[in-house]
T-cell receptor, first 111, second 114 residues
Framework: GQNIDQPTEMTATEGAIVQINCTYQ??????LFWYQQHAGEAPTFLSY????GLEEKGRFSSFLSRSKGYSYLLLKELQMKDSASYLC????????????FGTGTQLKVEL | DSGVTQTPKHLITATGQRVTLRCSPR?????VYWYQQSLDQGLQFLIQ???????AKGNILERFSAQQFPDLHSELNLSSLELGDSALYFC?????????????FGPGTRLTVL
């Protein structure tokens, strides 16, 4: 199968930095997406990586290493509203454009 | 607001029944995707359509079917419903059908089967 692994839960303090890791099987890799999802709501797009390196977007950055099958999402200057589930999703070749999602990392931001 | 619309927002029905979920993609998007999200399984890909044609299929049950119409809206039909079909059903859309096209999700339909 095409397993996507990420931690189930993380807790961090308001104003701090948190890194959420994601690992995946490298065979057929065709791009990696990060989404944010608040409970009961739609996933919202955060970032996309297809080449190695860091992509920065304001308080959010995402890193990819294709050879290691590894990505992380970095959230800086955490705010209470960042408490949500963060979903790592991978597109693999040969499957149209379907995304395979990890089960999500539930981030709790505390005061 | 992603620009993807889904109706209805909530649906409550009984086992054995049939329901239809509707999705309108963002303006200009040709691909539509359906995903199921249940508490114990996360987001699972069901099916993708591109410009009216089926493009990819996931673990979609035979009781489920979908189509994309000439105006590009899509419908997901769920029949012979079982308790285990209770879930959030999301539709997403993208400009094309490549693996590098970002998918934008609609607000979802919460299906409850009693």
């Amino acid at each position: 199968g095409q397993n996507i692994d990420q931690p189930t839960e993380m807790t961090a303090t308001e104003g701090a930095i948190v890194q959420i890791n994601c690992t995946y099987q490298t065979s057929g890799f065709n791009g990696l997406f990060w989404y944010q999802q608040h409970a009961g709501e739609a996933p919202t797009f955060l970032s996309y990586n297809v080449l190695d390196g860091l992509e920065e977007k304001g308080r959010f950055s995402s890193f990819l290493s294709r050879s290691k099958g590894y990505s992380y999402l970095l959230l800086k200057e955490l705010q209470m509203k960042d408490s949500a589930s963060y979903l790592c999703a991978v597109a693999f070749t040969g499957g149209g454009n379907k995304l395979t999602f990890g089960t999500g990392t539930q981030l709790k931001v505390e005061l | 607001d992603s620009g993807v619309t889904q109706t209805p927002k909530h649906l409550i029905t009984a086992t054995g029944q049939r329901v239809t979920l509707r999705c309108s993609p963002r303006s200009g998007d040709l691909s539509v995707y359906w995903y199921q999200q249940s508490l114990d399984q996360g987001l699972q890909f069901l099916i993708q359509y591109y410009n009216g044609e089926e493009r990819a299929k996931g673990n979609i049950l035979e009781r489920f079917s979908a189509q994309q119409f000439p105006d590009l809206h899509s419908e997901l039909n769920l029949s012979s419903l079982e308790l285990g079909d209770s879930a959030l059903y999301f539709c997403a859309s993208s400009v094309a059908a490549g693996g590098r096209d970002t998918q934008y999700f609609g607000p979802g339909t919460r299906l409850t089967v009693l």
